[in-house]
Nanobody, 119 residues
Framework: QVQLVESGGGLVQAGGSLRLSCVPD????????MAWYRQPPGNPRELVAS????????NYADSAKGRFTISRNSATNSIHLQMNSLKPEDTAIYYC????????????WGQGTQVTVSS
């Protein structure tokens, strides 16, 4: 069992920025892919961005391109989601996820952190 601990959510005005962090309780290099998902109120969970840990290849949802950046930090054994130019429609619970194998699904999930963007 892998535990993921998220932090960094909060309330921000439209146009502002937030930086989310996710720390697993194992070395990130034991994980193939990590991702950020979000679940807006009344909507299903959706992928925001993902990163392949070893090669740092990234993937973004269209809604995140140009505004959000996913990255890994070896020194702190963590991944981050830098969110700029936030919009009210970015309001959601943001979840960190981890897939151990190269072809596995996201088996492990964090508890979620609330991001609220006011207009």
């Amino acid at each position: 069992q892998v535990q993921l601990v998220e932090s960094g959510g909060g309330l921000v005005q439209a146009g502002g920025s937030l930086r989310l962090s996710c720390v697993p309780d194992i070395t990130i290099y034991s994980i193939n892919t990590m991702a950020w998902y979000r679940q807006p109120p009344g909507n299903p969970r959706e992928l925001v961005a993902s990163i392949i840990i070893s090669g740092e290849r990234t993937n973004y949802a269209d809604s995140a391109k140009g505004r959000f950046t996913i990255s890994r930090n070896s020194a702190t054994n963590s991944i981050h989601l830098q969110m700029n130019s936030l919009k009210p429609e970015d309001t959601a619970i943001y979840y960190c996820a981890a897939a151990i194998g190269a072809r596995s699904s996201y088996e492990y999930w964090g508890q979620g952190t609330q991001v609220t963007v006011s207009s």
